[in-house]
């Protein structure tokens, strides 16, 4: 999967961070949070994605649904929800009522192009022992080109720095046997 990323050189995000932390010392808002996350994500040699611009890019398949999906790595499957002013709902389990907010992802309106709304579900891909982070992975984001009738791919780890920021962790593709043991 290819999406585009915002990069930076080392030092100049090191350097942005650093200037932007000395200034908002005493009093900084989420937005603030966010900047200083994704630079120092930056700084780290991480690539940061928006969240919304990459959705946006991806847009809907020819039946309306996104062709990318995302859900908390601690996920077994995903539910997604557009509406008719283009924007979209993802979050993990069963029942929308019952995902607390922090297992569920809002894009605003306008995202997608306008139509109908549809409700989808998929799998969420398993992440392998060399790419599974050792805390918790509720503290983690899974994004992947939607399969909604079949088993995904080729997914991203994410860490969510704020807003619309994540940064990337790794990269893979499902093996065989891992797409089987998802489809069983």
Request: contains cysteine; proline residues 6%; positive net charge.
């Amino acid at each position: 999967m290819n999406v585009d990323t915002i990069q930076m050189p080392s030092s100049k995000a090191w350097n942005a961070f650093q200037q932007y932390r000395a200034a908002v010392r005493q009093k900084y808002s989420d937005t603030d949070a966010a900047l200083m996350k994704g630079y120092r994500a930056l700084a780290q040699g991480k690539k940061v994605l928006d969240l919304v611009g990459v959705m946006r890019q991806a847009g809907l398949d020819s039946q309306g649904r996104p062709k990318l999906a995302i859900c908390r790595a601690d996920g077994w499957r995903v539910q997604c929800e557009t509406w008719w002013n283009g924007s979209a709902e993802f979050w993990c389990g069963d029942q929308r009522q019952n995902a607390v907010a922090g297992r569920r992802i809002r894009l605003p309106a306008g995202i997608f192009p306008h139509r109908d709304g549809v409700r989808v579900s998929a799998l969420v891909p398993t992440i392998p022992p060399e790419f599974r982070p050792a805390s918790d992975l509720r503290h983690y984001h899974v994004l992947w080109e939607a399969e909604w009738t079949s088993v995904p791919k080729d997914p991203l780890l994410l860490r969510h720095l704020g807003r619309n920021l994540y940064a990337v962790l790794a990269q893979w593709d499902l093996t065989p046997l891992e797409q089987a043991v998802l489809a069983g």
